[in-house]
Structures are given as structure tokens and as C-alpha cells.
């Protein structure tokens, strides 16, 4: 008797923990379903000798071939920017304008403004329409430091053999640009957030112990952002892999030239070839979810590696 | 005192980061090398030197890759499609490339939609433009749909039927619209139209995946997807325009800017003549627009009076280097050109067009050529020299005094012909005779007398304004005494192409370098009046 009060309190637990998790997972269960759905009827629409076909083309071969070379450029370039950016807005964010500049009310201010005025900047790729991110490009190619970055690299890469690269408008690193420049954003936003979390009492240790501040960045701060670091590049890759808008205004669409997956989509598309467009969907959806998971894989050393 | 580490940090402690970074670089480099060697062309230093980039609406894109691949094969010429999309997509990046001084934008554009290539040639992007095919506006079903439409009355009063047509920026929808109104249907088709999409191949797409019932296509379109396709996918049930007023023209147009204008001509006149791209527009469905017969170099000739040569010498010579075609220019007075075509017996000598000083010249011969068009008239005046013009207002005083006078020949030149009607009738009326008996000299053309004046062997002369106002220095010598307004005191220039020609489009383009703002400020500069050209 005495405990029957604790099993009906169980009971009830139960199934209110039931009720709790079905409403919860829900909503989402009904995206999941629509993503599978998506896939899955891509799959029905398409053959497999149709995909047999198109793995067989050399185009495809190539879209395929440069999409993975270009993400993983544009990936490890955002990276690079994302790390040290990340750690800059974190590490001089509003706590520490308060700790530095708590007394002085006009440069607090000021540096509050110009924290929130950064963070709006760098956001502005992610809330662009794509399509304005490629005709900026193009534009800002087109002015006298434009014209010389073009200039230089034609001249690089003419002079490592490669004369054909004739700069960067509309060539091959067009797309690692277009491509970088919105994947980037997402990724210092990914490196800004990991170092947030990150207690800075450590680092702050260290310096007191007489540590530098690059020793402190290097040994405290980075690997501890590590798992934040995997998670902005495969962010930053997969994005870049998904990229259309700037590509096709900054790049174009040329057969075997600046044709990665998505403008394979794109152009299949337009030829009034659906199942090619369909089939080259698939390819893309493969290929992302193959990369993803082989990255997580390597670089956190397991499925569960990531969790922080 | 020792650091506590979280346990991921513990984990990934071990990273040695620098090795990470040294590696990450050292990846970048492969994968740049890697991206290099997927273009062979990228080794090869002539790559982009003779590449011709081509923007193509989707709509058209079939043929037109079908004749880039027969006419780089054929040339072993490198011209690419670059760009696919909505015809009003293009001709938008093609006006920005432009604006903002894109330096490898595209080359040739070839859209749906003619009017868009003559707005972009009204803003100066597009330079020169080359009808290729019409296509016609259908009310398309799927292969196996049960529905019957008869018309667009019908197809947008039809209750709960799901069409779709494009939106204004693509050719298709602009022109639909423009039918739609015309009829009194445009309220209805916009209010219950089910879609709006961004080009024609899209709302195709949209109408093969079932998620339309119908949709307004071009006849092109349905018959490319029918054979991109094992099996038809789509039907047309109803023309859109029965009474066969609009139509859509498709056409290429060579982008001012192009680094290549003479490939981009040479492409877009192989993918317009009637024996290389009509055939192609027409296997798929198009109705071909016969351009110009297809010569690899076209050789023309032209016919033009001696008072344009200082205004359109150096213009005609640009235009056939442009064009990339011979042209046998006979620059002479016009008595003599009329003489030589009504004695040529050689078809492939018969000038293609004749620019005549006057109509009196163009009308000896009209019946070999077509309608002409009026491009400049040119003022009859009395050049007298510096030291002598005091006292001479009117050819009276050229008779009063003890000048040395000359003239032109009146049955070889317009000049003299002209010269001589003017003296012959009110308010000079008999002056002629007089004159004539004066002359020191006559002569064939009008700048064989400016010379004489110059060399000082005349002290005054008739002839044309622009004559005198060709070489900028004469006027330092020679004053201008204008007559009194006659119906013989202006020759009016007429320009025709000849009937017999193979190359009218080439022509119809040199008449568009002729009236072209430079051109007609080269005109103005030398003393013509330039008359808005239209058909006589």
C-alpha cells in the first residue's frame, strides 16, 4: 500500500515521459520524413543504369572530381580565416569590453558599437541572396585591385605551367571563391560560438604562468575548440558543396571547365534533361553524405567523437 | 601548479596542430594541382585566346550546342556555351557584364526574344544582331493527358484547371501576355494562372512532372523534351495565337565588348545560313530564318560615290575587318558607277549595294536593287578662295568678275548634274550656259576641284559642302557661299542593296555601321545633313 503512491507516481511518469518524447521528436520525426522522402523518390525516379550511365560520363566524372577539389579548398581556406577570427570575436566580446573598459563609458560604448558592427559584417554573406554575393564578386573583379589580383594570378599560374587559367573571373578559382566566401561566414560563426563556450580561465592561468598569447592560442585554446573546428569545416564543405548562385554569375556554367555538381544540376536542368538532373541530385546527395561522414569519422575518431 | 583539461581537450591535446597546419597547406597545394590537371586546356597557353563564350537561352541551347559542336569541328574553332537561362536572365548579366566593364564576360548571346537583343543594342551592349528562327506559342498537356484546350479563351476560363505560364522576363511569358491582351484575356490568365516560373524550361519541367495540367510553351520546347526524352512527354493541344500576329524570334547577338567580334560574326553566320543552321534550327522544330549564304570569307562589293570616301574610307575598311570579309570598294563619281553596272555581266561583280550621290544616279538602275534608304543629303556651294570671296554672294558674281571658275561634268557626276539644274532654273535660270562658257575646267568629281582650288589653279568652284569640309585645313583657304535654297541646290544620297545579292544581312549590317552615331557624327563633321533612314 505504502508503495503504491511511488507506482502510480511511476506509471504516470512513464507515461508522460512517453507522451513527452512522441509531441517532442514529432515535429521533427515529420522533417526527417520529408527528407527521406525527398531522396527516396529521387531514387525512384532515376534508374540505376541511369546512374550507371552518368557515372560513366566524363563530364560527370569531372563536376564530381572538381566539386570535391573545390570544397575541400574553400572548406580548409575558411578554416584558416574561421579559427583566429572565431577566437577574436569570442575572446573580445562583451565581457571583455566590460573587464578592459567597464570605467570608461564613452569607449566601452564605442567598442560595444564596433563588436556588433563586425559581427553584422561578417554575417552578411550568410543573409545575402547568393545570386548578390556572385554579381558583387564580378563587379569587385572588375575595379583596378580586382583587375590586378586577376592579372597576378593569371600570372601565377602561367608561370607555375598552367597558362590556360587565364585569372580567376569565371575559372576554376572562381568557384573556390564564390564558394569560400559564403562558407566562411558560416564557419567563423561555427568557431565564434565553440570559443564562447570555452572557459578562458585556463588561458588566463597560463598567461599569469608567463605563457605567451600564441603559446596559450596554441596549447589551451585550440585544442579544446577542436571538436568546434570539425564542425566548421564539414559545415564550411558542405555549404560550398550546395553552392549555386555565385558560381553560376562568377564562374558560369561551362561544360568541363567551371562545371561543379550543382551547376551539373543546373544545366542538365535547362537542356530539358530531368533525369540527368535527377541522376546528377543523387550523385550530390551521395557524395555529401559519404564526405561527412568519412570526415567525422577521421577527424574526431568515432561516431561519437564530435560530442562535446 | 598544472592545467586542468577538459576531457575533449585531453583527447585532442595530442593534435599537433602545427603538423595540422603544415599539412593543411601542403593539401591545398595538391588539390589546386589536382583541380589543374583536370583541364588539359589549362596547360596550353592559346586556351582562352580563341575560346568564344556563349550565353544560350535554355530553350535553345540543343541546336545551338548541336552547331557550336559541327562548327568547332569544322573551323577547329573553341566556341562554348558558358551560360544557360531565361532569355530576360541573360540579356540582364549580359547589360551588367557590360555596365561594369567585365572584361571576359560573354562573347555571343542567343536569345528567345529579339527584342531584348534590340534593347541591348539600343544600350550599346549587343553590336550586332542575327535573326536565326521564329518559334510559335502552343498550350502544351502531358504525352498521355485526356484534356482537350482549343484555345487560350479556353484555357484560362476552364474552372480548376492548374496551368502556368512564365513571367514577363522570359520571352514566352512576355509574348503570351501580349496575345492575352490583345484578345481580352489578360485579367484571367494572371488571376488564374497556377504558376509563374523564371523560364521555359522550368514551366516544362513542371508540366513532365505532372505538378501542372497545362502550360503556354514554345513549339520548340515541347518537341526538345519529346526527344530528349525515350518517349514523347508532352503534346501541344492549341496554338496560343492561331492568327499567327506573335511570334517569337530568336536571334544572336555579338556583345559589343566581345575580344573576338570576328569568330562571334563568322559563329553566328554559319548558325544562321540557309545551308548550315537552318537545317539544325529545323530538325528541332523551329521555323529557320535564312541568313546569308555560309562563305568562310565573304567577298562584297560596294558601289559609293567619291563624296563619301573621306567619311566612310576608313569606317568601311574597320567593318570588313570586323566582319572578317573581303570588300572591293569602287569609290567614283556616280555617272561612272552607273555606267559600269549597267555594262557588268558577271553576277559575282555586281556591287552588293550601291551608295549613290544622288537619287537621280540610284534611280538609272533601280530595277537591280531593292528599296533604298535615304542616308544624307549634301548642300551645293559656291568655294571661292580667301582672297578672292570679297563682293561674291551669288554665281552672278562669279560671272562679273575675272575668276577662274570650275565645275563637274554633268552626265559624269551628280555634282554636275545637279549644278546644272540649279543653274538652269529660277532664281538662276540661265546662268548655267554662262557659266559653262567660263569654266577653266570641268571635271568628274567634286574633290578633283577642292584640289585645284588649293593648288591655287581656281579661285572658285561648285561644288558640295562636304567636298571643301573633308580636309579641316582647305577651310583656312577656301570660304563657303552658300546659295539660296532650291529643289536642285541638295543631292539627297540613297543607299540599296542589290536584288541579286547573297549577302543582304552583311549589307543590312553596313547600313547599320552607316547610321550609326559615330558614323553620323563623321557625316555632320564633313558637311552632310543626315537624314533619319527609312524607306523610300
Not at chain 2, 216 to 244: G, H, Y
Request: negative net charge; glycine residues 8%.
Amino acid at each position: 500500500m505504502a508503495n503504491e503512491p511511488v507506482e502510480l507516481r511511476s506509471s504516470i511518469g512513464r507515461r508522460t515521459s512517453w507522451l513527452f518524447w512522441t509531441s517532442m521528436s514529432g515535429l521533427g520525426g515529420l522533417y526527417l520524413a520529408l527528407i527521406v522522402l525527398l531522396v527516396v523518390v529521387d531514387f525512384q525516379y532515376a534508374s540505376l543504369s541511369d546512374i550507371r550511365t552518368s557515372l560513366a560520363d566524363e563530364r560527370v566524372i569531372f563536376s564530381i572530381c572538381l566539386s570535391l577539389i573545390t570544397c575541400t579548398l574553400a572548406a580548409i581556406f575558411s578554416i584558416w580565416v574561421a579559427v583566429p577570427t572565431g577566437y577574436v570575436l569570442a575572446r573580445l566580446g562583451r565581457d571583455a569590453i566590460e573587464r578592459h573598459l567597464g570605467q570608461k563609458p564613452g569607449l566601452n560604448r564605442l567598442a560595444r558599437f564596433l563588436r556588433q558592427s563586425v559581427d553584422t559584417i561578417l554575417d552578411i554573406p550568410i543573409v545575402l541572396p547568393p545570386l548578390v554575393v556572385g554579381i558583387s564578386l564580378l563587379v569587385l573583379f572588375q575595379t583596378s585591385v580586382g583587375r590586378s589580383m586577376d592579372q597576378a594570378t593569371q600570372s601565377f599560374f602561367s608561370w607555375i605551367g598552367f597558362p590556360g587559367i587565364r585569372g580567376i573571373t569565371y575559372e576554376i578559382p572562381a568557384i573556390v571563391l564564390a564558394q569560400f566566401t559564403v562558407a566562411a561566414a558560416f564557419a567563423i560563426r561555427t568557431m565564434r560560438n565553440t570559443f564562447e563556450q570555452i572557459d578562458d580561465r585556463p588561458e588566463l592561468v597560463a598567461l599569469t604562468l608567463g605563457a605567451r598569447r600564441f603559446r596559450v592560442f596554441h596549447r589551451v585554446a585550440l585544442p579544446q575548440a577542436w571538436p568546434g573546428a570539425v564542425a566548421a569545416f564539414t559545415l564550411a564543405w558542405a555549404r560550398s558543396l550546395g553552392e549555386f548562385g555565385p558560381i553560376l554569375i562568377f564562374a558560369g556554367t561551362a561544360r568541363m571547365k567551371t562545371e561543379v555538381l550543382s551547376t551539373t544540376v543546373y544545366l542538365n536542368f535547362q537542356f530539358g534533361n530531368l533525369r540527368g538532373a535527377v541522376v546528377a541530385s543523387l550523385i550530390l546527395i551521395s557524395v555529401a553524405v559519404i564526405v561527412l561522414i568519412a570526415t567525422r569519422l577521421l577527424l574526431l575518431g568515432g561516431p561519437t567523437g564530435g560530442r562535446r | 601548479m598544472t592545467l586542468r583539461r577538459s576531457p575533449s581537450a585531453a583527447r585532442t591535446g595530442q593534435v599537433p596542430f602545427a603538423l595540422v597546419g603544415m599539412l593543411s597547406i601542403i593539401v591545398m597545394i595538391l588539390l589546386i594541382l589536382m583541380a589543374l590537371r583536370l583541364r588539359p586546356d589549362a596547360q596550353r597557353a592559346s586556351a582562352d585566346d580563341t575560346n568564344l563564350r556563349v550565353y544560350c537561352a535554355s530553350g535553345i541551347a540543343k541546336p545551338v550546342q548541336e552547331l557550336i559542336d559541327d562548327f568547332n569541328e569544322r573551323m577547329g574553332a573553341r566556341v562554348e556555351i558558358v551560360r544557360t537561362g531565361g532569355s530576360g536572365e541573360l540579356a540582364g548579366q549580359v547589360a551588367t557584364e557590360f555596365e561594369s566593364g567585365v572584361e571576359r564576360g560573354a562573347d555571343l548571346v542567343v536569345l528567345a526574344d529579339d527584342l531584348l537583343l534590340e534593347k541591348g543594342r539600343d544600350g550599346e551592349s549587343i553590336a550586332e544582331i542575327f535573326p536565326a528562327a521564329i518559334q510559335r506559342p502552343v498550350i502544351a498537356v502531358a504525352a498521355d493527358s485526356q484534356l482537350e484546350i482549343d484555345s487560350l479563351a479556353d484555357l484560362v476560363n476552364r474552372p480548376g484547371l492548374n496551368y502556368g505560364l512564365t513571367s514577363n522576363r522570359a520571352a514566352i511569358g512576355k509574348l503570351a501576355r501580349e496575345v492575352a491582351g490583345r484578345d481580352g484575356l489578360l485579367e484571367p490568365l494572371e488571376a488564374n494562372r497556377k504558376t509563374d516560373a523564371e523560364n521555359v524550361m522550368t514551366l516544362a519541367q513542371a508540366l513532365v512532372t505532372g505538378n501542372l495540367d497545362a502550360a503556354i510553351l514554345w513549339d520548340t520546347t515541347v518537341n526538345q523534351l519529346n526527344q530528349a526524352n525515350q518517349q514523347p512527354v508532352l503534346k501541344i493541344a492549341a496554338l496560343v495565337d492561331p492568327q499567327d500576329e506573335f511570334s517569337g524570334e530568336v536571334g544572336l547577338g555579338v556583345v559589343s565588348t566581345t575580344r573576338h567580334p570576328t569568330l562571334a560574326i563568322q559563329f553566328a553566320r554559319y548558325a544562321t545560313a540557309p545551308e548550315t543552321g537552318n537545317p539544325t534550327f529545323r530538325q528541332f522544330g523551329f521555323t529557320a530564318q535564312p541568313g546569308d549564304q555560309w562563305e568562310e570569307v565573304p567577298e562584297i562589293h560596294l558601289y559609293l560615290g567619291s563624296m563619301f570616301t573621306p567619311v566612310l574610307e576608313q569606317q568601311v575598311r574597320e567593318f570588313a575587318r570586323r566582319q572578317g570579309i573581303n570588300v572591293y570598294p569602287r569609290w567614283e563619281g556616280c555617272g561612272k558607277l552607273v555606267a559600269s553596272i549597267n555594262s557588268i555581266t558577271d553576277p559575282d561583280l555586281f556591287p552588293d549595294a550601291f551608295l549613290a550621290c544622288d537619287f537621280r544616279f540610284l534611280e538609272q538602275v533601280q530595277d537591280r536593287f531593292e528599296s533604298p534608304v535615304t542616308i544624307s543629303s549634301n548642300e551645293i556651294v559656291m568655294a571661292v578662295q580667301r582672297s578672292q570671296a570679297e563682293g561674291i554672294e551669288s554665281p552672278q558674281d562669279l560671272l562679273a568678275s575675272d575668276l577662274r571658275i570650275g565645275i563637274c561634268e554633268p552626265e559624269q557626276s551628280a555634282l554636275g548634274w545637279l549644278t546644272r539644274q540649279l543653274l538652269s532654273s529660277p532664281p538662276y535660270a540661265g546662268l548655267y550656259e554662262q557659266l559653262e562658257a567660263r569654266s577653266a575646267v570641268t571635271v568628274d568629281v567634286g574633290p578633283t576641284l577642292v584640289s585645284q582650288l588649293l593648288a591655287g589653279g581656281l579661285d572658285a568652284a561648285l561644288v558640295y559642302r562636304s567636298n571643301v569640309m573633308a580636309d579641316p585645313q582647305s577651310m583656312q583657304q577656301i570660304e563657303i557661299i552658300s546659295l539660296a535654297p532650291s529643289t536642285h541646290s541638295r543631292a539627297v544620297q540613297p543607299w540599296a542593296i542589290s536584288k541579286g545579292t547573297k549577302n543582304r544581312q552583311l549589307m543590312q549590317r553596313l547600313l547599320e555601321m552607316i547610321v550609326r552615331s559615330d558614323t553620323i557624327n563623321r557625316f555632320e563633321q564633313a558637311g552632310f545633313q543626315v537624314e533619319t533612314p527609312e524607306k523610300d
